[in-house]
């Protein structure tokens, strides 16, 4: 029997959804048991359009977004297994970490964070792997 | 307690791609874990001559995008089952190439992806890895 | 269900000695996901900095304590991301890697990045359970 593969949630990008042109990334997938969220830069979710600022608050941006798009998938925070953290600077790691520590409750996922260059000026991206 | 996922490793039919194998390094292309397929980062090592290619990051997307087909595809999957990419760019300026190529590969419902800028090893331009589901 | 695997020694516990907000791994689908491993004391959680090998067999020490108190082992790793502070240092990844996963290694890949604490390898694992 072959495990159950959808596109749940295709962008975050109003204008993508509609496009052709978009990057060939979807937003949220299910595959099997397990929700695949794509790496996440901070985006106003309304418009679209990257939001910079530090890494504490682009870090409170994706997982603001992060929130609503396991929600809408019928999941949540709460049913995060693993994230995977990609740091500009890995002096930010505390500072990110104070944020993060404020989205997910009692017991946390398991996490790895590293440093790394990231595009399009992202202090920070973040993705994880959630249960349906 | 859900009883214990078989696992094995897979191979590519094409042997000149079993880069595990033919460098004698600590791992395997890919293991197959109940119903997810889990691969090995790939670079850009040309199918016919085992060699590895150093030419515009197109033709190395393009190559190692093929051999991760193929590697699928020898698994009994296929790269419409892939539901995670990792993309890792020696040069972040090539992101907008790597999008054009990449593109060609999931035309459809593509999966999800997280790409980025690393160091890599041996002059490649690209590494890439993937979680699948094997049917 | 998403279940916690405890530290099975307190110095594995990354949240109490430095506030990391994670869970040592976390049980699911079938599947162990585990927090990055550092070459830390297990029972302290005095971070052991050290040549890449001597971190490394800290690490796969670690590893094996965390899986096994799980009902796993480091046979049934599926995935591992290698991550190092240098490429330069690949073959002596190898060279300590090797001897711990001789008997049908997962996938791997290796990722060159920055680590936390200037720590020289981190291992980023996936475990069947």
């Not at chain 1, 042109?21 to 695949?36: E, K, Q, W, Y």
């Not at chain 2, 078989?6 to 004698?24: D, G, Q, W, Y």
């Not at chain 2, 997810?36 to 515009?56: A, C, K, Q, V, W």
């Not at chain 2, 999957?77 to 760019?89: I, K, Q």
Request: glycine share 6%; charged share 20%; net charge neutral.
């Amino acid at each position: 029997m072959s495990s159950r593969r959808e596109v749940i949630v295709a962008s975050l990008f109003a204008r993508d959804r509609a496009s052709t042109f978009g990057p060939a990334v979807s937003t949220l997938v299910r595959g099997g048991d397990f929700l695949f969220v794509s790496g996440l830069a901070a985006v106003d979710p309304d418009s679209g359009e990257r939001v910079r600022g530090t890494t504490a608050s682009e870090t409170r941006q994706i997982l603001v977004n992060l929130k609503q798009l396991l929600e809408v998938a019928g999941s949540s925070l709460d049913k995060v297994v693993k994230v995977n953290v990609l740091l500009h600077s890995m002096l930010e790691a505390p500072n990110m970490n104070d944020v993060y520590a404020r989205f997910f409750r009692e017991p946390p996922p398991a996490r790895t964070v590293c440093g790394a260059r990231l595009p399009d000026d992202a202090k920070v991206i973040i993705e994880c792997t959630a249960l349906v | 307690m859900t009883a214990k996922l078989p696992r094995s490793a897979i191979e590519p039919k094409n042997p000149r791609l079993n880069v595990s194998r033919s460098a004698n390094l600590p791992h395997v292309p890919g293991i197959r874990v109940g119903p997810y397929i889990f691969l090995s980062g790939m670079g850009p090592i040309d199918p016919e001559t085992g060699e590895r290619n150093h030419g515009p990051i197109a033709e190395q997307i393009r190559i190692t995008l093929a051999n991760m087909r193929h590697m699928l595809e020898s698994a009994g999957s296929s790269l419409e089952r892939v539901v995670r990419v990792h993309v890792v760019l020696a040069d972040l300026a090539d992101m907008p190439e790597m999008e054009r190529v990449y593109r060609e590969f999931f035309p459809i419902e593509p999966p999800a992806r997280t790409a980025w800028s690393m160091q890599l090893r041996f002059g490649n331009g690209c590494e890439i890895e993937c979680v699948a589901l094997a049917t | 269900m998403r279940k916690v695997v405890a530290a099975p020694l307190p110095g594995l516990d990354l949240r109490q000695h430095y506030g990391h907000h994670q869970s040592p791994a976390i049980r699911a689908g079938g599947l162990i996901f585990c927090s990055g491993m550092l070459p830390i004391d297990p029972q302290t959680g005095e971070r052991l900095h050290g040549t890449l090998t001597s971190e490394a067999h800290v690490i796969f020490a670690n590893l094996k304590l965390l899986l096994e108190s799980a009902g796993s082992s480091l046979d049934r790793l599926v995935q591992v991301h290698a991550l190092i502070y240098d490429s330069i240092e690949y073959d002596v990844l190898n060279r300590v890697y090797r001897q711990y996963v001789a008997s049908g290694p997962p996938a791997r890949t290796v990722w060159t990045a920055q680590i936390e604490a200037g720590f020289k390898v981190e291992l980023d694992v996936i475990a069947a359970a």
